[in-house]
């Protein structure tokens, strides 16, 4: 009994013995799989990416609140520079200016290019600027409802475009062939004018975060070696 | 006497000759911009953006073919939209190769057709007019790879039409706004200042730089 106990335990020791040198070897070769993708960097010429995102913004110079969806599209020109076209639509906005004005609709396209910090590996920061134009409407906000049944009066004043700018800084990480993950955040200026009592300044912070696509649509060429 | 000035008056011409015949020039080139139009009749400042497309004619020549929208806010009681449709030469007269960290300035002047409306806030009354103008200023390329550039413009603008402005009028502490169009033809002017991000898409002369490589 006393030596089939003795070779029970022998037994299990040799197994948590070659478990744990097996999770050694897994561990190390892991790193050596992790170390080479470090020497090169991911994203290069002819990569295309896209993604669709919510974005939580701040109009700070009035107070308010909005939500945003967020679309964009990206194809890198080589490994430092890429084209990036985005458009956004405002959700919602919370929040009125001292005015009583109201921002209803938000909405606008994007255009620009991104400059890639050089990296090693599959983390890609960026810095972005955009010069955009934005369809943008207020109202204004009557006095509060008297009673439950009484809805708040507003006026709504006509849309009109209002030229934007943009500029944010964000990273990138390729942890897939065809996915990676991204986040921003960025400074939008502009200016809302209208028939509204006064203007409305949409300079704005947005914050984003989400899962992107991406693909590489060419094989880049590789230069061969001159003799 | 005269053979040893006409001579050195020659010199500057066998330099240039010198240059390399056509190696940037072919060049296209697609862009958006941001402007800010200042020193407005008005007094208030504008912002707007707009594009570009450039095609590059010869080595020290290049031309600029834009678009542009600016709204201007007057005193928060009336605004002021511009579009501007027009082109510019520019000609550099130091270094010519854009290249990766080469800064290139230049010297540009053109014309463009311009639409200007101004509308009250509260009433929506609006007053607008069709113009001509000749602009010319300065500026310079800096490009951020071969192919990719920024380049920050500050140009003078002088419209010739009937002047439209806007007036901001304090009576016993209450703002007015009074719009007005001139009946006779003027000249008007203000400062635009771009900041705009340029691609190079391809080069239109491409087989007219292969064959030369050829021969």
Redesign the interface.
């Known amino acids: 009994m006393k030596s089939k106990i003795h070779d029970l335990n022998n037994f299990k020791n040799k197994v948590v013995s070659k478990t744990k040198n097996l999770i050694i070897l897994f561990v190390c070769f892991s790193t050596v799989v992790f170390a080479q993708q470090e020497h090169t960097q991911y994203i290069h010429k002819h990569l295309m990416r896209a993604d669709v995102s919510v974005v939580g913004g701040y109009l700070f110079k009035e107070g308010m609140k909005t939500v945003h969806i967020d679309g964009s599209a990206e194809y890198y020109?080589?490994n430092?520079?890429s084209?990036r076209g985005s458009a956004s639509y405002m959700l919602g906005s919370n929040g009125l200016t001292k005015d009583s004005i109201g921002l209803k609709d938000f909405h606008s396209i994007y255009?620009?290019?991104a400059?890639h910090f050089p990296t090693k590996g599959h983390f890609d920061p960026y810095f972005i600027?955009?010069?955009?134009?934005a369809y943008t409407s207020s109202y204004k906000s009557g006095p509060p409802a008297l009673t439950a049944e009484d809805e708040q009066i507003r006026k709504y004043y006509p849309g009109?475009?209002?030229?934007?700018?943009t500029a944010g800084v964000g990273f990138n990480y390729y942890f897939q062939r065809f996915a990676h993950l991204f986040m921003e955040t960025r400074y939008v200026?502009?200016?809302h004018?209208?028939?509204?009592?006064?203007?409305i300044s949409l300079q704005e912070l947005r914050v984003t975060f989400g899962l992107g696509f991406n693909l590489f649509i060419m094989k880049e060429k590789k230069k061969l070696p001159t003799a | 006497m005269k053979k040893i000035i006409l001579f050195a008056l020659l010199l500057p011409v066998m330099g240039i000759a010198q240059e390399p015949l056509d190696k940037e020039s072919g060049y296209f080139q697609l862009g958006v911009r941001n402007v800010i139009s200042t020193f407005n009749d008005d007094g208030a400042t504008g912002f707007g953006m707009g594009g570009q497309f450039r095609i590059r004619v010869l080595n020290r020549i290049n031309t600029d073919w834009y678009a542009d929208y600016i709204t201007t806010d007057i005193g928060g009681l009336a605004r002021r939209e511009d579009v501007h449709l027009g082109w510019s030469v520019l000609a550099y007269p130091f270094n010519y190769h854009t290249t990766k960290g080469k800064i290139t300035p230049y010297i540009l002047a053109g014309h463009c057709f311009d639409y200007s409306k101004v509308t009250t806030n509260d009433n929506g009354f609006s007053l607008d007019k069709f113009s001509s103008a000749v602009q010319f200023g300065l500026g310079m390329h800096y490009n951020i790879t071969d192919r990719t550039d920024v380049s920050l413009t500050a140009q003078y603008m002088m419209h010739m039409g009937k002047d439209l402005h806007a007036e901001v009028e304090n009576v016993d502490g209450v703002k007015f706004v009074h719009i007005e169009k001139n009946p006779v033809r003027g000249i008007e002017g203000h400062m635009l200042i771009n900041v705009s991000l340029n691609v190079r898409l391809f080069d239109m002369w491409d087989q007219h730089h292969k064959r030369k490589k050829t021969v």
């Open positions: 020109l080589d430092k520079i084209v255009l620009g290019a400059y600027l955009q010069p955009g134009l009109v475009l209002s030229p934007v700018a200026y502009g200016m004018l209208s028939q509204a009592p006064s203007p």
